[in-house]
């Protein structure tokens, strides 16, 4: 009897026991849970600050370990002394990133401080593009990035001042009044872009194409050497990489080649496309997207042609050019922007080849073709491009109507 009473007793002992054992699983089911509950939302907390924090920088989010940039970092602080407050007097520019102002910093250094525009997505697209492109490159032709600065939604960088201001208010504005603007200068402007964009096409450690090469982003120092400027646009290819094809075209009427316009492809040739409408307003005074004759209503690009098959070319010559000039080498110039602009950017010379026409009297250089957008306006086409004449100069484009302005 007593030891049937102890068997009873050792089994409700054994079954408590395995309760017990029950109970304290489920409590550390639960509590493992809840730590590892924890830890997902702790890594996640960790993680989105992270992103946030590299996206603050101004970096692309997935850049390799090699694109991390030793930059030198501007505080808030200096850089608003340095531009007095960002004041209206300062401010020596504007376009589609933002605007830009000229600042001293406490060395008595000139910098010129491009501040992007808070309403701008677009413009933090061309921040990221635009530091880790031109960080990398170094070239006597290139306007040179000091470094940047990130406060905030606050994103601007800092450059190198450049006294003369840009190609354009020499070409078109009163600058060329004021000053002399030779022969000899403009030839030495056009033989600078020409060597910048080599670099950038062949001998950079990237091959580098901008996308929106215009006067207007050539800047010129106190000698008046070039220096091409705002890479917000430009894309970086492989060694072995020709073209490719986009579906968003950005760029500046009057400069963007057929192709790109049209279909969204664009490779070095749509830069040589680029670099000859500059040579053509360079020599002739006059703006590619505005260009008015009283005997047609074709733009610069056909005016040139039809001078040049006619055999008055010279009469595209600016007036204006002062001194003595060589007339061969003028229309040997004249020659050199045509071929650039040719319709077909296989028919195009590649920028050595084009360095070389510039340089050497003795490179051979081939008949020009038809360049492209050689059409007449039509009203309907005139009509709607003035509507975009107050238009930023980085314009996202779906054309259907194809002349230039």
């Known amino acids: 009897m007593k030891s049937s009473h102890y068997l009873v007793h ?76 960002f004041s209206h007097t300062n401010k020596i520019g504007e376009g589609g990133f933002g605007s830009v102002y000229k600042g001293q910093l406490s060395s008595g250094k000139d910098i010129a401080v491009k501040r992007l525009s808070m309403s701008s997505k677009q413009g933090v697209d061309e921040f990221k593009n635009e530091v880790i492109l031109i960080a990398k490159l170094q070239h006597r032709n290139l306007v040179r990035l000091l470094g940047c600065c990130i406060h905030g ?18 070409i078109f504005g009163v600058e060329k009044k004021s000053k002399s603007f030779t022969w000899s200068t403009r030839l030495n402007i056009i033989v600078g872009i020409a060597r910048g964009v080599l670099y950038l096409h062949q001998d950079s450690r990237l091959r580098i194409i901008h996308r929106d090469l215009k006067a207007s982003n050539v800047l ?18 492989g060694h072995d990489q020709s073209s490719t094809k986009i579906e968003r075209v950005v760029g500046t009427y009057g400069y963007m080649s057929p192709e790109y316009a049209i279909d969204g492809l664009f490779s070095m040739k749509s830069d040589v496309f680029s670099f000859g409408v500059i040579i053509l307003e360079i020599m002739s005074g006059k703006r590619n997207r505005m260009f008015h004759h009283s005997d047609h209503d074709l733009n610069l690009l056909g005016h040139a042609w039809n001078l040049w098959t006619e055999g008055r070319v ?16 003028v229309l040997r110039c004249i020659q050199v922007g045509l071929l650039c602009v040719q319709k077909c950017p296989e028919d195009r010379p590649t920028m050595s080849s084009v360095f070389l026409m510039l340089v050497s009297d003795n490179a051979i250089l081939p008949q020009p073709k038809q360049p492209g957008f050689y059409t ?6 005139t009509h709607d491009q003035s509507l975009l004449k107050s238009s930023p100069s980085i314009n996202e484009v779906t054309m259907t109507c194809l002349a230039a302005r």
């Open 10 to 85: 050792i089994k409700d002992q054994h079954l408590k026991k395995r309760k017990s054992i029950s109970v304290d699983k489920k409590k550390a089911i639960v509590v493992t849970s809840v730590v590892v509950m924890l830890a997902l939302i702790i890594s996640l907390v960790c993680w989105l600050v992270m992103k946030k924090a590299r996206r603050d920088a101004g970096f692309n989010n997935q850049a390799s370990d090699e694109e991390k940039l030793e930059l030198p970092i501007f505080d808030m602080i200096t850089i608003a002394v340095a531009t007095n407050q």
């Open 153 to 170: 939604e606050e994103r601007m960088l800092v450059y190198e001042y450049m006294p003369n201001g840009s190609l354009d208010s020499f």
């Open 220 to 237: 010129l120092d106190s000698e008046m050497n070039p220096k091409i400027s705002d890479f917000g646009l430009a894309r970086a290819f």
């Open 314 to 329: 010279s009469e595209l010559l600016d007036p204006m050019m002062e001194g003595s000039f060589p007339m061969s080498k």
């Open 376 to 381: 007449e306006r039509s009203s309907i086409i």
